[in-house]
């Protein structure tokens, strides 16, 4: 059931069992576990079924370290959040990436991968994608391409891997028909968390009290919280809700937004592929993106390489993944980078610096460059023009992401300046020590060596990262991770291995904001295999559901006003 909260009678207030702030990947995971099982749930989304720009601008704010692009053209706050935006890769963290490693500080989680696995299995089937097989053989052989082949990596020094593209899933999309007639939770769109308010000796959540941008009131109470805004809006919640603890709730340890992590990304060296390797399209990232061509059974897949665990422990490095990365005609250009926004708006991010019509007159200027990337990104040149293509491919470089390693002066703060709701704005201080800049530099030069000599390529290196300020074109991945971390240990982790927070006996978090480290691959599915781990949980604790939970605690009269809110919203919008 879909609410308008921006039509309710001002001051409502309801009350339920399980309330959820946040209508993203994470959010709505739960919910719709929720809903199978027959637990009354309330979640609270800021946004509504499409983006605008009043409520994107809730999540502008300031960097002052990396500079670091995390506004409104990043991010989604409508429903579905993020999943808004999300190109779709899958793979599981690897095993290692859940283990102490004493050349890492602050690194290993409460549990190994072996507790992850059958939420995993689950995470396939949610996200749509295929066998939970991430073989790399077995790929190559059911895609069954000349085109599409292994690489030979005889040292071991060296190992490729394969991730799983869903299609991608855009939550809120997909699954409106399913929100819109489910018996057991109602989606309050336009509500703005902006408090939540604790019992007087603060050990439990009491309510939370949302607002809407043109004025509106309520409020939820709930037996159980689950706090799934993202790395970000977590964080910033939970530090403004300050009236009873003046450091915010969570945080009497100080590490509320600390350890914000993302991937790093950079573009590094330069290579010429020999032949036959020159048209392989299983590792090129300008080929794989959902490209027909590496598919096997409805299944888009990608592969790529990274320095086998044992020698990051050798190394003392941290894990990364790399890709190639064709140079196209047309690549780095302004047209290039027109088109690039162009796609952004159509999955609901905006760039303010950047408006429309501004990157329609660029296209119009470099109409051979725009012709050219779109040839190489989107068309799929088949035939002759196809092998023109291929032979203008002079050059390709490493596109590599880097493992951020845990720092706890990596973090989010509130700012002075506030939104159009009152709420502080939040600064981000994003940081990357000699650690990640030493794995930028051993990976490209390890990976470089092996595949020259296996007679792949001829590669030429940048000089190394390490003893010099990053480039400028540093860039994070949108990955907000690590910021309400979880440990065991109050003093070491804002939330417990189960995702309760460790002040508050009724509030959980969900979403890539608990990891501990974030290893190398994309977070979407482990952040989805831990809600619907956190949704079992939280089912156990509420047991057989209480019928009369879900009841709005408001006068007769205005139930009827509500409902017509739903009604003409959910029509209004199809």
């Known amino acids: 059931m879909f609410c308008d909260a921006r039509r309710v009678e001002d001051a409502m207030e309801a009350e339920t069992t ?16 929720f809903e199978r099982r027959g637990i009354d749930t309330i979640v609270l989304e800021s946004g509504g079924f499409g ?10 704010g300031e960097d002052v370290g990396i500079p670091y692009d995390f506004g409104s053209n990043q991010r989604s706050r409508f429903l579905g959040g993020c999943s808004n935006c999300w190109g779709g890769w899958c793979r599981p963290m690897d095993p290692e990436d859940f283990q102490k490693r004493d050349w890492v500080p602050g690194s290993g989680w409460p549990f190994g991968i072996d507790e992850l696995r059958p939420f995993y299995e689950r995470a396939h089937r949610v996200l749509r994608l295929g066998p939970v097989n991430y073989d790399i053989d077995h790929w190559v052989k059911a895609i069954g391409r000349q085109d599409v082949r292994r690489m030979p990596l005889p040292s071991g020094e060296v190992v490729d891997s394969v991730s799983q593209f869903s299609l991608p899933l855009r ?11 489910a018996r057991h939770v109602r989606v309050f769109l336009h509500a703005n968390v902006v408090d939540i308010e604790t019992a007087p000796d603060g050990g439990q959540v009491r309510r939370v009290h ?10 939820v109470e709930a037996r159980h919280f689950v706090l799934a805004c993202g790395g970000i809006e977590n964080v910033r919640l939970l530090l403004a809700s300050n009236k009873r603890q003046a450091e915010g709730l969570g945080n009497s340890s100080g590490l509320v937004g600390r350890y914000f992590m993302d991937h790093p990304r950079l573009l590094l060296g330069k290579f010429t592929l020999r032949e036959p390797w020159r048209r392989n399209k299983l590792y090129d990232i300008m080929f794989h993106y959902l490209n027909r061509a590496v598919r ?27 890709w190639f990365s064709s140079i196209f005609p047309g690549e780095g250009t302004a047209a290039a980078e027109a088109l690039k926004r162009m796609k952004f708006r159509v999955h609901g991010k905006i760039d303010p610096n950047h408006g429309f019509w501004h990157d329609m007159g660029i296209l119009a200027r470099e109409p051979l460059n725009a012709a050219n990337f779109i040839a190489a990104r989107q068309l799929r040149p088949v035939g002759l023009l196809k092998e023109m293509h291929f032979q203008m491919i002079k050059e390709a470089r490493f596109q590599m992401i880097c493992e951020p390693a845990p720092d706890p002066d990596s973090r989010i703060t509130l700012a002075e300046s506030c939104d159009a709701l009152g709420m502080p ?5 994003w940081r990357l020590g000699d650690l990640v800049k030493h794995t ?3 990976t490209v030069a390890i990976v470089g060596k092996e595949i020259s000599d296996a007679g792949i390529a001829d590669v030429t290196y940048d000089p190394p990262q390490l003893g010099r300020e990053w480039p400028a074109e540093i860039e994070g991945t949108w990955h907000y991770m690590g910021t309400t971390r979880m440990n065991d240990s109050p003093t070491q982790g804002v939330v417990d291995r189960h995702g309760r927070m460790h002040d508050l006996g009724n509030m959980y978090i969900a979403g890539s904001s608990v990891f501990p480290t974030a290893g190398a691959n994309f977070p979407t599915i482990t952040l989805v295999a831990l809600a619907l781990r956190l949704a079992d949980h939280l089912a156990d604790k509420v047991g057989r559901p209480d019928a009369t939970a879900g009841a709005l605690t408001t006068s007769p009269a205005m139930a009827p006003q509500a409902a017509a809110a739903d009604t003409s919203m959910v029509h209004a919008r199809g």
Not at 51 to 60: A, I
């Open 51 to 60: 983006p605008d720009p009043l409520t994107m601008d809730l999540y502008r």
């Open 18 to 33: 399980v309330c959820v702030i946040g209508g993203g990947a994470a959010g709505l995971t739960m919910a719709l576990e």
């Open 210 to 219: 949302v607002r809407t941008l043109t004025g509106k009131r309520m409020s």
């Open 296 to 322: 096997a059974n409805g299944i888009h897949v990608a592969a790529q390489l990274t320095v086998a665990h044992a020698v990051q422990q050798r190394e003392r490095m941290l894990n990364g993944r790399i």
């Open 440 to 442: 930028f530099d051993r």
């Open 171 to 181: 939550y809120g999309k997909h699954h409106r028909r399913d929100l819109k007639s």
């Open 425 to 429: 704005r939040v600064r981000i201080d």
